[in-house]
DNA sequence: GCATTAATGATAA
DNA sequence: TTATCATTAATGC
């Protein structure tokens, strides 16, 4: 089935009630932990992942957003800071909105609210299946649970045709497991067909 | 060359 | 069975 999936929001729309665009450089912090949200974000071209480190200082990725997807949204509309740490693993280049731009923009175009909407809806959606493929202590449920998500922000259907563009320590972080768990059960799935390697580039 | 990523083996939990 | 630690190979700048 395809939804309407993740619309970015319209770059000219975005220019008339005032974005900027803004370049980081890699390694760059985009908000941190703590932080109040003051933007949207939206990314035009780059890379940018969202995460935190655990008491033991372990860091967890929440998710790796690509061309075209926006990010810390979610706080825009509640009284809340930010959870989470944004840093951009690549040069990448966003356009960013004021908070209450953001605001004005949803309450004067309806239908830009509802393609957010069904943007928040997809990744709620998937949130929840990812949490219970991460309460599985399989970790080939893990990883086809992560697979799974990804595949379901790009347009392809078919199997094995979907490029993870993850290191296997970006896979670890985003599944709580081990890098050399991904290593070993990668080459499990890999011999069970459940996945095809070409040049250590995973597919699925 | 140096840094990053991937792979593998041994051992502990 | 996975985590942890050590070591080595391969890759890219």
Known sequence: MKTISCMKIDEQLLKSYSAEIKTYKEKEIIFREGDSPFFYFQIIEGSVKINN????GKEFIHNILGNGQSFGDPML?????????????????????PRKNFINLIKENPHVSLELNACLSHRLYYKTIMTQN?????????????FDYLKSYSDCDDTHSFNVKLTRQQIADLT???VE????????????SLVKVHERKICY
């Open 77 to 97: 509309f509640i009284d809340k800071q930010y959870p989470v740490n944004a840093v951009v693993l690549k040069p990448t280049t966003i356009i960013r909105l």
């Open 53 to 56: 480190y655990n008491e033991e």
């Open 181 to 192: 768990t991904i290593i070993r059960t990668i080459k499990k799935m890999e011999k069970d």
């Open 176 to 178: 709580g497991l081990r």
């Open 134 to 146: 991460m309460a599985s202590h399989n970790p080939i449920k893990r990883i086809t649970g992560l």
